[in-house]
């Protein structure tokens, strides 16, 4: 599993990182977590706003930090939607 967190390192994009980190050790999951800060690539996944969250590609979150339940949920396969 391969989890984007797209941003250019402000306190919210470091914030949705953590938060990232935080729900994979909570699950005891096997996932890379990639900081995606070029902002050519940050639009090419379709993002206009900061921070994203994206899960093997698909962009699940945009504009918002996610808290760690949040993104565990979607991390389970979970139907929470927060474009």
Do not use: N
């Amino acid at each position: 599993m391969k989890i984007q967190v797209l941003g250019s390192g402000c306190p919210k994009c470091k914030l949705l990182e953590q938060h990232a980190r935080e729900a994979v050790a909570e699950l005891g999951i096997e996932a890379e977590i990639v900081k995606v800060s070029d902002s050519d690539d940050i639009m090419e996944m379709g993002v206009m706003m900061t921070p994203a969250l994206a899960i093997d590609g698909e962009v699940k979150s945009v504009g918002k930090v996610l808290t760690k339940d949040q993104i565990a949920s979607y991390l389970k396969g979970g139907k929470f939607h927060a474009l």
